[in-house]
């Protein structure tokens, strides 16, 4: 069965950068995109980005352009999102999800890993 | 990108049906069939509901149907149960992006 795991929670400092995993199980993993999604406390989701795991090509959102590196290793089955220059407001539940890739465009993603909590505090 | 527009708040009594909206521009919702709808609950990742405006994945009960008509798309769901109670996310693809709306919190009274 596919499974997406993810590191676990993380405390940085402000201007620290943090950097999360999501290994890859139960499926062909350079066969989906790998997408990423937070969520503030309280509030709602976030779109992050995507990276095509067979190529390593990228698309981010416009708002974190600059401060966020999305890579694999497709030797462990593992994507990565390193956000960087990290403030208080990056506090957040960070997750990985698969694109299914029905259509051919980034336009559902139907299984998500748990989560992981980055913490951003002096 | 702005994020679509959800009513934040939605409710129903067992057996009821109730509607969520979800309210976009013709550069996301209105532009492509590609609408996907999210159910969260609490301390939980989120788990794909409807994807493509109306498709179920398997294993989603048929009380959960989309639609769309322009801009707006909406999610209904028929038959209330307790179980549905949670939070609702729209997303839609906006050209090689994807945007979602800020949610919804359905409560069965």
């Known amino acids: 069965q596919v499974q997406l795991v993810q590191s676990g929670a993380e405390v940085k400092k402000p201007g620290a950068s943090v950097k999360v995993s999501c290994k890859a199980s139960?499926?062909?993993?350079?066969?989906?995109?790998m997408h990423w999604v937070r969520q503030a406390p309280g509030q709602g989701l976030e779109w992050m980005g995507w990276i095509n795991p067979n190529s390593g090509g990228t698309n981010y959102a416009q708002k974190f352009q600059g401060r966020v590196t999305m890579t694999r290793d497709t030797s462990i089955s593992t994507a990565y999102m390193e956000l960087s220059r990290l403030r208080s407001d990056d506090t957040a539940v960070y997750y990985c999800a698969r694109d299914p890739g029905r259509s051919g465009w980034p336009a559902d993603l139907d299984y998500w890993g748990q989560g992981t909590l980055v913490t951003v505090s002096s | 990108q702005s994020a679509l527009t959800q009513p934040p708040s939605a409710s129903g009594s067992p057996g009821q049906s109730v509607t969520i909206s979800c309210t976009g521009t013709?550069?996301?919702?209105?532009?492509?069939?590609?609408v996907s709808w999210y159910q969260q609950h609490p301390g939980k990742a989120p788990k794909l509901m409807i994807y493509e405006v109306s498709k179920r994945p398997s294993g989603v009960p048929d009380r959960f149907s989309g639609s769309k008509s322009g801009n707006t798309a909406s999610l209904t769901v028929s038959g209330l149960q307790a179980e549905d109670e949670a939070d609702y996310y729209c997303s839609s693809y906006a050209g090689s992006t994807v945007v979602f709306g800020g949610g919804t919190k359905l409560t069965v009274l």
């Open positions: 013709s550069s996301d919702v209105g532009g492509y069939n590609y």
């Open positions: 139960g499926y062909t993993f350079t066969g989906y995109y």
